[in-house]
């Protein structure tokens, strides 16, 4: 299956999300269990490279969890296939024993360098909206997430919905050159 099935091939057109995105910290919030309530985002920042070629997204991101540590992380998806990709570690910088990437709720088998995340599915819907579906490598649901791109394609939103359907991210990035 591809991901043109369902679609004519002039209205497949993922590339609008093409480039490199950087998350704007303060336009991003998380759910705070605890407070209940969405709170300031807590990572240092994210650096997102996507590119498309055909209907295979590229995607790599590195994301600063502290001052001291970031992570590397990446798949290759073509969008509609029907076999789960792994988006996996490719690099860590800093402790590989750190505490952030220990197990936890989101990440039952924490963050190792070389192993997979999660398992990942995407869909496309328009030229300006898609989803990447997740599950752990334990083959329990993780989350699935929508990106939708702004009109003027400077920006883009990903909204993260946990299994029970809690909307628990929602990170804004804007386009900028490489």
């Known amino acids: 299956m591809t991901a043109t099935t369902g679609y004519g091939l002039d209205a497949f057109d993922p ?14 919030t998380i759910w705070d269990a605890d407070r209940g309530e969405y709170v300031p985002e807590v990572l240092k920042g994210q650096e997102i490279d996507i590119r498309h070629e055909g209907d295979v997204q590229i995607y790599r991101i590195r994301v600063d969890i502290t001052d001291d540590l970031a992570i590397h992380m990446g798949y290759e998806c073509r969008f509609g296939d029907t076999e789960w990709v792994p988006y996996t570690v490719v690099q860590i910088d800093g402790d590989p024993d750190h505490p ?5 709720d989101t990440l039952k088998q924490g963050t190792r360098l070389g192993a997979p995340i999660a ?60």
């Open 15 to 28: 590339c609008g999300f093409d480039g490199h995105w950087v998350m704007v910290n303060d336009e991003s």
């Open 100 to 104: 952030a990437l220990a197990p936890n």
């Open 119 to 178: 398992w990942i599915k995407q869909v496309y819907v328009d030229p300006r909206t898609q989803y990447r579906i997740t599950k752990n490598p334990d083959g329990t649901a993780q989350y699935v997430m929508m990106r939708r791109l702004s009109e003027d394609g400077t920006r883009n939103v990903g909204t993260v919905l946990t299994p029970d359907g809690t909307a628990s991210i929602d990170k804004a990035f804007m386009r900028v050159p490489r």
